[in-house]
């Protein structure tokens, strides 16, 4: 069944968002090839950036099923679940500009996306790291005794790691409200998942450790809505974890801002026909639940918003050294 039509509008401008922050991103990246056509640019964002543009559905479909306390543990690639979680474009860019008034103050850039109040307990540049920390949230929320549940989000990459296992394991053997989320976009890095990955299914390896696995198609937002509402109820009642496998794709390269060339172009292609917002909209068309004029907004505003972010990036200052964390006790 269909959310209710303001719930549908508020994951499309969602969509949006996310598809024009990163476009943003894009443009202002900083790298040599880049700064010889457009040298205005440079040292807007440097350092790493990873894009997940077309994987939007996933995102906001996971996000659009949670209260505004649960937990979010992100990817390197997570400036998508970060908006779909609430966060405001101004500081998610000032962040990735290494800007005073970023999320994280300017230290964490793009991988490393940090809000107490939106529940995101960070993204992070190791592979699979996440899914403890995730783990860990979810047990926290158990022992405190809350209605909290804990989301990891990661590649099929990280299923590969040992940190997957043994978080999967522990989740299961207490119960923790967890929701295991794998955006299997079929590469780690630059490595196809078809030599790397077995079986091809991440979602299968749920039987191990005795919880539901679940795969989705991670282009319809819909589909991945109905699947993470039905996966946060079963962990908010004391029921335990989930795993979900949205089977979804980027249509940018690995890293450097998306601005290198894609592994496999026909593939690409092919994906590009599946693009998430594009599947939405027909959707909304069809059922009644979005105009010309309700989209031309969504777009707009969600430019505008993008627009404004650069802006407000470009002109907070740097951080002084004054506002580094500093942990006690070690020299500096």
Same mark, same amino acid.
Not at 108 to 132: D, K, R, T, W, Y
Not at 185 to 211: C, E, G, H, R
Not at 269 to 284: G, N, V
Not at 297 to 313: H, K, L, M, P, Q
């Given at each position: ?221 819909? =589909?991945?809505?109905?699947? @993470?509402? !039905? #996966? %946060? ?7 335990? /974890? ?58 707009? =505003?969600?430019?505008?918003? @993008?627009? !404004? #972010? %650069? ?7 740097? /951080? ?13």
């Amino acid at each position: 069944m269909m959310p209710e039509k303001q719930k549908c509008l508020e994951m499309l401008r969602r969509m949006y968002r996310i598809r024009f922050f990163e476009a943003r991103v894009r443009d202002h990246y900083d790298y040599t090839s880049y700064l010889r056509d457009n040298p205005e640019n440079e040292g807007v964002i440097s350092g790493a950036a990873h894009l997940a543009i077309g994987q939007e559905a996933a995102e906001v479909g996971v996000c659009a099923a949670l209260e505004p306390d649960d937990f979010v543990a992100s990817t390197h690639r997570g400036h998508g679940h970060a908006i779909a979680k609430g966060a405001d474009l101004k500081p998610m860019m000032a962040e990735l500009m290494g800007r005073k008034h970023g999320y994280s103050g300017g230290c964490g850039g793009s991988m490393h996306i940090f809000s107490s109040e939106l529940g995101l307990i960070g993204g992070n540049g190791i592979v699979g790291a996440q899914i403890p920390i995730a783990t860990g949230a979810a047990f926290s929320a158990k022992y405190r005794g809350t209605r909290q549940v804990a989301v990891a989000f990661f590649s099929e990459g990280a299923a590969n790691q040992g940190a997957f296992h043994e978080a999967l394991n522990m989740a299961a053997l207490w119960d923790l409200p967890a929701v295991y989320v794998c955006e299997n976009n079929l590469y780690a890095a630059t490595t196809p998942a078809t030599i790397t990955l077995s079986p091809p299914d991440v979602a299968v390896k749920s039987a191990a450790y005795d919880m539901p696995g679940i795969i989705v198609n991670g282009q319809d937002v819909l =589909e991945v809505y109905r699947v @993470a509402s !039905e #996966a %946060v109820a079963r962990a908010r009642a004391g029921n335990g /974890p989930t795993l979900v496998e949205c089977k979804t794709y980027r249509f940018v390269s690995h890293a450097g801002g998306g601005k290198g060339d894609h592994n496999n172009p026909e593939e690409l292609e092919t994906w590009k026909r599946k693009d998430p917002i594009a599947l939405f909209e027909r959707k909304l068309f069809d059922a009644g639940r979005l105009t010309d004029r309700q989209k031309q907004t969504i777009i707009s =505003e969600a430019e505008a918003a @993008a627009r !404004e #972010a %650069v802006d407000y990036g470009k002109q907070s200052p740097y /951080p002084e050294f004054d506002d580094m964390p500093v942990t006690p006790g070690v020299p500096v």
